[in-house]
């Protein structure tokens, strides 16, 4: 029993010639997250939130302003959640549809923290790999910087800028941009103290790459799992500050809204039995914080090369 | 004689150590991990350097390619002294000086593809290259250095530390460097792969004329195939002398032990060789032995070693030795 020779060698032909398709770190990072079943649950119910807060308009039966008139003065009693008069969340004290509300809410507060979150990977990586990779007194100067920022009280600082400027959606983005890099950057630093060593490095150095190259080519690729999984991290945080501002009365300002908001508009109202108005916004809330949460420890858990 | 393509003159390297916790006015102190050598590579020729771990080779390795910041001497490269370049300039000039490393794996981004890592060398000196033809001389060089060049989309992962090293060996040639230095190429490796290794060096060094600095702590691969060896101890050069004369009759106290090191393959010559063994641990290269600096280990010191540096004695046929009472051993001309 031989086998076919023409067979043989097409077979031969088809091993050689046949560009094989490497397994990247990545792809190996991606294999162990799916493993995972509280990151994988994590990522379902974020995505349901996303597609809620995006789609979640196509349902609702009331705009997020408009007024239900026949509810007014009357919510507590009649405002309850209904599929018969649309509101299926319910009312907020003024008459307004919950429903197109949370959906508004939940956008904007994962906008906010996703916002924040990119401005500290993009910020915070080039910042932290420039100063870990040059050393020296540049990165005493960078370093140092970024102390006497964090130094600042954040809160305080972020809610005199609301006060000073107008509460406005914009300055909030600012505020937090301003604040959520310099973790970040820190991380990266370190990273990059510790990645800049390696050989490799160093080879690129002798063959003679340009040092900013250097650290988009070699430093940065080789830190982008610990930043995802930080900047995943970060976005609760971020949202829960946002939460927080709101809460005060400072955040997002009407019409527009947040969960911070809602929670808040809704802490209110509870003494008066309508528990419908904190119960929906929080369980977004709560939901949203875990489901990040949850992926991010995923990611991290992927993508820690110790645990090889 | 044709004119070195490398030469080294008066070459040293000292880091500056600061201590932990000391004041930041108290003076760091200096370890002088490369101290005054010299030596020229000829065109075409191979130059092993060999030490123990410490010696300061691989420091010496790193200055020549320009990684580690000098701080005294002269590199020549092609008659061109590296240190009056500009880093413009330099950065261009780096083109001609490769280097292969000791860890394969190390030496390679991980996140990058192999075809990605072999070609960074062609694109960052000649960006303009169309990527076919890129592609192109990253196959030709792969399958040179014996590697499928289907393998091209793969990670360095994916690879076993021999296939690393042709890798990283790959990517030091494909831009024809007129110098290629290699540090400690194979000690990383199986014993079984060195060999395939060492072999593949020397093939790559015949067909593409490349001038070459083998560096390693083990003479018997060395001697394969240098043709000039320089044996170095705490950053200094203890004796130089072509490959046949420095490992069949040394004279220095050290090369000779650093030989007697090296096992024979049969037994009974193995039995009744004479040993020289050295005892003892590398000194600190923080706080080295005044005079000559293997005194302190050496087993034929004597009181005036302590004294002066000894002097680089040129014992007439390119071979020349750093100690007063050297003296030439025979060692079985077979044994090595
Ligand atoms: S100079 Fe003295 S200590 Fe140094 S190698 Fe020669 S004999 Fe030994």
Redesign the interface.
């Known amino acids: 029993m031989y086998p076919d020779k023409a067979k043989m060698e097409s077979l031969v032909e088809a091993t050689?010639?046949?560009?094989?398709?490497?397994?990247?770190?990545w792809s190996d990072a991606r294999a162990r997250f799916i493993r995972n079943k509280a990151a994988v649950g994590g990522l379902i119910i974020l995505i349901l939130i996303l597609a809620f807060s995006l789609f979640g308009q196509v349902f609702q039966a009331w705009s997020n302003e408009a007024i239900d008139w026949k509810l007014v003065g009357r919510v507590t009693q009649i405002g309850g959640p209904s599929f018969e008069n649309g509101h299926y969340f319910g009312a907020d004290d003024l008459g307004r549809d919950l429903y197109a509300r949370v959906v508004q809410g939940t956008g904007i507060s994962i906008m906010v923290g996703v916002v924040g979150s990119l401005v500290a990977v993009i910020v915070g990586t080039l910042y932290g790999a420039t100063a870990g990779y040059f050393g020296g007194r540049l990165d005493n100067i960078m370093m140092r910087t970024v102390d006497v920022l964090m130094s600042i009280p954040f809160m305080f600082v972020l809610i005199l800028m609301l006060v000073i400027w107008g509460r406005s959606i914009t300055m909030l983005f600012v505020g937090i941009g301003l604040i959520s890099w310099l973790d970040m950057a820190r991380i990266v630093r370190g990273q990059t103290l510790s990645i800049k060593n390696?050989?490799?490095v160093?080879?690129?150095?002798?063959?003679?790459?340009?040092p900013f190259?250097i650290i988009l080519?070699?430093i940065v690729?080789?830190l982008l799992g610990i930043v995802v999984v930080y900047a995943t991290l970060l976005i609760p945080g971020l949202i829960m500050a946002e939460s927080f501002i709101s809460f005060l009365g400072l955040g997002v300002q009407e019409p527009m809204t947040s969960l911070g908001a809602l929670i808040q508009g809704g802490s209110k109202q509870m003494l008066y039995g309508a528990w419908w108005q904190i119960a929906f916004p929080l369980f977004f809330f709560l939901a949203t914080l875990f489901a990040f949460t949850f992926v991010g420890d995923g990611l991290r858990d992927a993508l820690d090369p110790k645990d090889r | 004689m044709t004119a070195p393509i490398l030469s080294v003159k008066d070459l040293s390297v000292t880091f500056d150590v600061r201590q932990q916790g000391a004041w930041p006015w108290t003076p760091a102190r200096k370890l002088h991990a490369v101290n005054k050598v010299n030596f020229d590579l000829k065109p075409g020729e191979c130059l092993g350097v060999v030490g123990e771990s410490g010696s300061g080779k691989s420091t010496l390795a790193r200055a020549i390619v320009g990684t580690v910041p000098t701080s005294g001497g002269q590199i020549l490269v092609d008659g061109r002294d590296l240190a009056s370049m500009s880093p413009e300039e330099r950065r261009v000039h780096r083109r001609d000086v490769q280097m292969v490393f000791q860890d394969p794996l190390a030496a390679l981004n991980p996140r990058m593809t192999v075809g990605e890592i072999i070609a960074e060398p062609l694109i960052t000196h000649e960006p303009n290259t169309p990527r076919a033809e890129v592609k192109k001389r990253v196959s030709e060089l792969m399958e040179r250095v014996g590697l499928l060049p289907n393998l091209i989309n793969r990670y360095p992962h994916e690879f076993s530390g021999g296939q690393c090293q042709r890798i990283g060996i790959a990517r030091a040639l494909i831009l024809r460097p007129k110098l290629l230095i290699c540090d400690e190429p194979v000690s990383a490796l199986d014993v079984s792969v060195q060999a395939q290794v060492v072999n593949l060096l020397m093939e790559l060094q015949r067909d593409f004329g490349l001038s070459m600095i083998f560096i390693a702590h083990d003479l018997s691969v060395v001697k394969h195939i240098s043709d000039e060896i320089v044996v170095m101890y705490l950053g200094t050069v203890m004796e130089q002398a072509n490959a046949r004369t420095l490992t069949t009759k040394p004279s220095h106290p050290y090369s000779q032990a650093l030989i007697s090191a090296v096992p024979i393959p049969d037994p009974v010559l193995e039995r009744a060789r004479p040993r020289a063994v050295i005892e003892g641990e590398l000194p600190s290269p923080l706080n080295p032995p005044s005079g000559c600096v293997f005194r302190t280990r050496c087993p034929k010191a004597q009181a005036s070693c302590a004294g002066d540096r000894p002097a680089l004695l040129d014992l007439g046929n390119d071979h020349t030795v750093a100690c007063p009472f050297h003296e030439e051993v025979d060692v079985l001309a077979a044994a090595v």
């Open positions: 050689e010639l046949a560009e094989v398709r490497g397994r990247s770190l390696k050989e490799f160093e080879t690129a150095v002798a063959i003679g790459v340009r190259t080519r070699h690729p080789n």
